[in-house]
């Protein structure tokens, strides 16, 4: 069965391209919900409902795992759809956040072990302001780690700078919330980029935080995660291409995607 890959817009393409690269037999379907993108500044109802409305309509066509590329709605979300919504049986969500703290505390998510002190003091957390309100990632950290200050940092304004290509408007912004972080936590032990258009302007987070800060973005833990998953469960794994699909416009959407992706893709309409 194809695997399906769930973002509100461009930026899940980011975490595909990676996915395609460390599976590149595997077969995948994309939806991108340009439609109603952005996520991020939309309340966690909308999101929810957002969210359940594009995970059924990968169900329905075919995909048994879904792997939900949006750090909004897996941190809005993602709990509750897994708790409450997921119908019983053998279909899966997985999100993004939780390959991420796996990397950052050194510790498996099968290890249900008591949260320990990992080594782990600090960690700045950038994102939409959606993803920051909802509190997920420090809720979900301290299942691992103990004592993890996490500073977190809503970077409203960021996402449409990208995706104008303004890279001086970008420059700016990473500039101003980078520096907003500093003045809270001067020395941050590692920043977590949690959004999926930030690694874009990777090299601009990394120019702004201190040089011993480590820097985590998501596509390669992402698909590392994965291809671990796939590896003790090989049954939601299956040969084949890609198919491409959005609820936006199919051109516009199709002539954005290769500065995410790294290379042409043509988009259809769901």
Known sequence: MPIGVFDSGLGG??????????????????????????????????????????????????????????????????????TEWLPKGKRRVLGVFVPMIENLTRRNWGDNAPPTHTGLANVALFATVATISSGAFPRELKFRARDVLVEGQACPGLVDAIEARDEAGAKLLVNRYVGAVLERLPKPQAAVLGCTHFPLVRDMFAAALPPETRLIDQPDIVADSLADYLARYPHFAETGTTRYLTSGDEAAVSAGAARFLGRDARFAAL
């Open 13 to 82: 393409l980011s975490i595909l391209a990676a996915l395609q690269k460390k599976l590149p037999n595997q077969a995948f379907i994309y939806f991108g919900d340009n439609a109603n993108a952005p996520y991020g500044p939309k309340d966690a109802d909308e999101i929810f409902a957002l969210t359940t409305a594009a995970c059924t309509r990968l169900f329905d066509m075919g995909c048994d795992l879904v792997i939900i590329a949006c750090n909004t709605s897996a941190a809005t979300a993602l709990h509750k759809l897994q």
